[in-house]
């Protein structure tokens, strides 16, 4: 499995958003959370009937091996991600979305291109605003509900994970009482990581 880290400084914010604001968010990350939950707990009978052969594929443990084994870096999910589970139009709507660029220092003054982000694995890391981390997980949400209408597959590891589902929750809990300027501030540190998915026969 890959191995990667997107966390945050968890601060707050100096003004109160309103309740029924804060309230919206708390719910729909709890009940897409209890969503995923579910649906690995008890897959769909038509997941069950059919028995599809899979197979997992692997992007290794280093840049060298992700390339050599064609696999795509994706932005949004800080993971080196084999090619047939790379989701280009889910990744490409979020960098429309977003200031998705990484910066080399917590103060923003030195901005990463893709190629140099995808380079940032263990011990490296890249910087991007509060803001980013919020709309990567909205847009791994996304990602997440086409894997269930393939039947669970394709899912990088990331999407796959429920601890990063949960993670994403408190995230936008918490982003939903920063005040607007923070929104903008590097809290977040990510390392590149390496993804395995399951695809079908």
């Not at 719910?27 to 028995?51: E, G, H, K």
């Not at 005040?179 to 990510?190: D, Y």
Request: proline share 2%; with cysteine; hydrophobic share 40%.
């Amino acid at each position: 499995m890959g191995s990667n880290t997107h966390s945050a400084v968890l601060g707050r914010g100096g003004r109160d958003t309103s309740r029924a604001r804060l309230s919206s968010i708390i719910l729909a990350s709890f009940f897409t959370s209890v969503f995923w939950w579910l649906f690995f707990l008890f897959p769909s009978d038509i997941i069950s009937l059919t028995r599809k052969t899979t197979k997992t594929l692997s992007c290794g443990n280093s840049t060298a091996d992700a390339k050599a084994r064609g696999c795509q870096f994706d932005v949004l999910s800080f993971l080196w991600v084999p090619e047939p589970c790379f989701d280009a139009e889910t990744a490409a709507a979020y960098q429309r979305a977003v200031n998705w660029h990484g910066y080399n220092d917590a103060e923003g003054k030195e901005m990463l291109d893709l190629a140099a982000m995808a380079e940032r694995v263990e011990p490296g890391k890249y910087y991007t605003t509060a803001k980013e981390h919020a709309v990567h997980c909205a847009y791994v949400w996304q990602k997440q509900h086409k894997g269930y209408l393939k039947g669970g597959l394709y899912l990088d590891d990331n999407s796959a994970s429920f601890h990063h589902t949960r993670h994403c929750s408190e995230v936008l809990m918490y982003t939903a009482e920063l005040e607007p300027e923070k929104l903008a501030s590097f809290t977040t540190e990510t390392t590149v990581g390496f993804s395995s998915c399951l695809v079908e026969l």
